[in-house]
Protein backbone atom coordinates (compact mmCIF):
# COMPACT_ATOMS: atom_id res chain seq x y z
CA UNK A 1 0.00 0.00 0.00
CA UNK A 2 2.70 2.42 0.85
CA UNK A 3 4.05 1.24 -2.01
CA UNK A 4 1.76 2.54 -4.69
CA UNK A 5 1.11 5.71 -2.63
CA UNK A 6 4.33 6.58 -3.52
CA UNK A 7 4.07 5.53 -6.92
CA UNK A 8 1.72 7.72 -7.53
CA UNK A 9 2.69 10.62 -5.51
CA UNK A 10 5.65 10.39 -8.29
CA UNK A 11 3.28 10.15 -11.30
CA UNK A 12 1.26 13.06 -9.99
CA UNK A 13 4.13 14.89 -8.90
CA UNK A 14 5.76 14.32 -12.78
CA UNK A 15 2.50 15.28 -14.50
CA UNK A 16 2.14 18.95 -12.04
CA UNK A 17 5.90 19.46 -13.63
CA UNK A 18 5.08 18.77 -17.18
CA UNK A 19 1.99 20.54 -16.76
CA UNK A 20 3.62 23.91 -15.21
CA UNK A 21 6.11 23.67 -17.88
CA UNK A 22 3.54 23.42 -20.77
CA UNK A 23 2.69 26.49 -19.53
CA UNK A 24 5.53 28.52 -19.82
CA UNK A 25 5.51 30.19 -23.48
CA UNK A 26 8.04 31.49 -25.30
CA UNK A 27 8.85 35.43 -24.65
CA UNK A 28 9.54 36.98 -27.81
CA UNK A 29 13.08 38.35 -27.81
CA UNK A 30 14.46 41.54 -29.40
CA UNK A 31 18.51 39.61 -29.90
CA UNK A 32 21.51 41.26 -32.26
CA UNK A 33 20.33 39.86 -35.21
CA UNK A 34 16.82 41.41 -34.79
CA UNK A 35 18.96 44.87 -33.79
CA UNK A 36 21.40 44.76 -36.30
CA UNK A 37 18.66 44.54 -38.80
CA UNK A 38 16.87 47.48 -37.33
CA UNK A 39 19.86 49.78 -37.16
CA UNK A 40 20.76 48.86 -40.44
CA UNK A 41 17.70 49.35 -42.27
CA UNK A 42 18.11 52.81 -40.37
CA UNK A 43 21.30 53.67 -41.23
CA UNK A 44 20.47 53.08 -45.14
CA UNK A 45 17.35 54.76 -44.95
CA UNK A 46 19.96 58.01 -43.51
CA UNK A 47 22.79 57.34 -46.09
CA UNK A 48 20.05 57.74 -49.09
CA UNK A 49 18.95 61.10 -47.25
CA UNK A 50 21.80 62.20 -46.73
CA UNK A 51 21.53 62.42 -42.91
CA UNK A 52 24.43 61.39 -40.68
CA UNK A 53 23.40 59.71 -38.14
CA UNK A 54 24.15 57.32 -34.63
CA UNK A 55 21.39 54.61 -33.75
CA UNK A 56 21.66 52.52 -30.64
CA UNK A 57 19.21 49.71 -30.35
CA UNK A 58 18.74 48.32 -26.70
CA UNK A 59 17.01 45.07 -25.33
CA UNK A 60 14.86 44.74 -22.84
CA UNK A 61 16.96 45.26 -19.34
CA UNK A 62 18.30 48.48 -21.45
CA UNK A 63 21.93 47.06 -22.41
CA UNK A 64 23.32 48.14 -26.15
CA UNK A 65 22.90 45.35 -28.79
CA UNK A 66 23.93 46.74 -31.35
CA UNK A 67 24.89 51.04 -31.83
CA UNK A 68 27.04 52.25 -34.84
CA UNK A 69 27.46 56.54 -35.65
CA UNK A 70 27.85 57.51 -39.39
CA UNK A 71 31.10 58.81 -40.52
CA UNK A 72 30.60 62.52 -39.72
CA UNK A 73 27.89 61.81 -37.05
CA UNK A 74 28.80 64.46 -33.91
CA UNK A 75 30.00 62.05 -31.33
CA UNK A 76 27.48 63.79 -29.01
CA UNK A 77 24.86 61.85 -31.41
CA UNK A 78 25.34 58.20 -29.41
CA UNK A 79 25.12 59.71 -26.52
CA UNK A 80 21.73 61.14 -27.39
CA UNK A 81 20.30 58.04 -29.32
CA UNK A 82 21.13 55.78 -26.42
CA UNK A 83 19.10 58.14 -24.10
CA UNK A 84 16.66 58.86 -26.52
CA UNK A 85 15.93 54.54 -26.62
CA UNK A 86 16.46 54.59 -23.17
CA UNK A 87 13.41 56.76 -22.63
CA UNK A 88 11.18 54.91 -24.92
CA UNK A 89 11.89 51.32 -23.13
CA UNK A 90 12.05 52.55 -19.49
CA UNK A 91 8.49 54.60 -20.53
CA UNK A 92 7.24 51.63 -22.68
CA UNK A 93 6.17 54.38 -25.00
CA UNK A 94 8.18 56.65 -27.64
CA UNK A 95 10.35 59.57 -26.30
CA UNK A 96 8.55 62.18 -27.53
CA UNK A 97 5.72 61.26 -25.50
CA UNK A 98 7.96 62.37 -22.33
CA UNK A 99 8.68 65.83 -24.61
CA UNK A 100 5.17 66.75 -24.25
CA UNK A 101 4.21 65.85 -20.99
CA UNK A 102 7.19 68.36 -20.39
CA UNK A 103 5.71 71.30 -22.91
CA UNK A 104 2.54 70.86 -20.66
CA UNK A 105 4.05 73.03 -18.58
CA UNK A 106 3.19 70.37 -15.21
CA UNK A 107 5.65 67.80 -15.56
CA UNK A 108 9.21 70.04 -15.33
CA UNK A 109 10.04 66.83 -12.48
CA UNK A 110 10.85 64.71 -15.40
CA UNK A 111 13.77 66.86 -15.87
CA UNK A 112 15.97 65.47 -12.97
CA UNK A 113 15.22 61.75 -14.01
CA UNK A 114 18.50 60.34 -14.68
CA UNK A 115 18.77 58.71 -18.42
CA UNK A 116 15.61 60.38 -19.47
CA UNK A 117 15.52 62.74 -22.08
CA UNK A 118 12.32 64.44 -23.80
CA UNK A 119 14.04 64.67 -27.30
CA UNK A 120 11.80 62.63 -30.08
CA UNK A 121 13.74 59.89 -31.97
CA UNK A 122 13.45 56.72 -29.35
CA UNK A 123 10.83 54.21 -29.64
CA UNK A 124 9.91 50.78 -27.34
CA UNK A 125 9.97 47.32 -29.86
CA UNK A 126 7.12 45.72 -29.32
CA UNK A 127 6.29 42.31 -30.17
CA UNK A 128 2.83 40.09 -28.50
CA UNK A 129 2.07 43.43 -26.58
CA UNK A 130 5.15 43.26 -24.68
CA UNK A 131 8.44 45.81 -24.70
CA UNK A 132 11.11 43.67 -25.65
CA UNK A 133 13.87 46.44 -26.56
CA UNK A 134 13.79 50.03 -28.23
CA UNK A 135 16.29 51.99 -30.31
CA UNK A 136 17.38 55.13 -30.60
CA UNK A 137 18.66 58.16 -33.31
CA UNK A 138 20.37 61.31 -33.47
CA UNK A 139 21.65 63.25 -36.08
CA UNK A 140 18.65 64.58 -37.88
CA UNK A 141 15.40 66.59 -36.92
CA UNK A 142 13.32 65.31 -34.76
CA UNK A 143 11.07 63.85 -37.22
CA UNK A 144 13.56 62.59 -39.29
CA UNK A 145 15.11 60.58 -36.46
CA UNK A 146 11.79 59.27 -35.34
CA UNK A 147 10.85 58.37 -39.18
CA UNK A 148 14.22 56.58 -39.21
CA UNK A 149 13.76 54.48 -35.92
CA UNK A 150 10.10 54.02 -37.51
CA UNK A 151 11.44 52.22 -40.45
CA UNK A 152 13.69 49.74 -38.58
CA UNK A 153 10.88 48.89 -35.91
CA UNK A 154 8.81 47.92 -39.37
CA UNK A 155 11.08 45.91 -40.97
CA UNK A 156 11.37 43.63 -37.86
CA UNK A 157 7.28 43.83 -36.66
CA UNK A 158 5.51 45.07 -39.67
CA UNK A 159 4.01 48.49 -40.90
CA UNK A 160 2.12 50.82 -38.50
CA UNK A 161 3.56 49.08 -35.12
CA UNK A 162 6.39 51.39 -34.82
CA UNK A 163 6.14 52.75 -30.91
CA UNK A 164 2.96 51.10 -30.36
CA UNK A 165 1.90 48.88 -27.79
Known sequence: MIRQLLSLSVVVALSAATSASA??????????????KAVDICLK??????????VVAL????????AFRMEGANYA?????????RTALLTRRPSGALLDR?????????????????????MPVVSAGRVIGAIG?????????????AA???ALTGPKSAGKK
Open 45 to 54: MSAEKGWQMA
Open 102 to 122: MQSGNENFLLSIPDYVGMRGG
Open 77 to 85: RMDFATHKA
Open 137 to 149: ASGATAEQDEACV
Open 152 to 154: GIE
Open 23 to 36: QISQAPVFGPDAAR
Open 59 to 66: DEGGHVLY
